[in-house]
């Protein structure tokens, strides 16, 4: 079974920075694209970046481009998303997901729970 | 403003048809496969369509997909009370080079 645990989220002051992390089980982590998508409070859902099997490819969203980072590391099976100068309107719940495919351009079937970053002073 | 536009609600009674729609372009809808996902209060988004008109496993056949242009459909049969949820497409957009979702629609069974 598909597990996806995300952690890192908190309260932060804007202009500070954030790192959250996934921890992935159940499938063969290196075969798939991973995913960030979060949710502002009552809001809708908002794709952020997404990573290819071996990092080679990476997107992200123009709202926190230059400012966020995707990484990931195949043998710990975690994805993870390096978060700077960060801004109120960052406030959400940030979800992990898992693609179907290799590459960034597949869907992605799997959620994890997510985890709230709350940009607030 | 989402990239691909969707009716904020939709209401229907039990035993039904619903359908959302979902608006999109040629570098999104027009050229690439769309998603919906489910999203029951309190709870993260779930798979329910994929290629346009695929269902995974488990999800009952009242629920299925439709693209025609740059346009999207999803429709709901058999209307039950547990359908009521947020209703999301996505599709990946060639020109943003990044996947985009619709706004939402707010399902509401009466």
């Known amino acids: ?121 | 403003q989402s990239v691909l536009t969707q009716p904020p609600s939709a209401s229907e009674t039990p035993g039904q048809r619903v359908t959302i729609s979902c608006s999109g372009s040629s570098s999104n809808i027009g050229s690439n496969f769309v998603t919906w996902f489910q999203q029951l209060p309190g709870t993260a988004p779930k798979l329910l369509i994929y290629r346009n008109n695929e269902r995974p496993s488990g999800i009952p056949d009242r629920f299925s997909g439709s693209r025609s242009g740059t346009s999207a459909s999803l429709a709901i049969s058999g209307l039950r009370s547990e359908d009521e949820a947020d209703y999301y497409c996505a599709v990946w957009d060639d020109s943003l080079r990044g996947w985009v979702f619709g706004g939402g629609t707010k399902l509401t069974v009466l």
């Open chain 1, 1 to 121: 079974e598909v597990q996806l645990v995300e952690s890192g989220g908190d309260l932060v002051q804007p202009g500070r920075s954030l790192r959250l992390s996934c921890a992935a089980s159940g499938f063969i982590f290196d075969d798939f694209a991973m995913y960030w998508v979060r949710q502002a409070p009552g809001k809708g859902l908002e794709w952020v970046s997404g990573i290819s099997w071996n990092s080679g490819s990476i997107g992200y969203a123009d709202s926190i481009k230059g400012r966020f980072t995707i990484s990931r590391d195949n043998a710990k099976n975690s994805l993870y998303l390096q978060m700077n100068s960060l801004r109120p309107e960052d406030t959400a719940l940030y979800y992990c997901a898992k693609g179907t495919g290799s590459y960034i351009k597949y869907y992605f079937d799997s959620w994890g729970q997510g985890t709230l970053v709350t940009v607030s002073a």
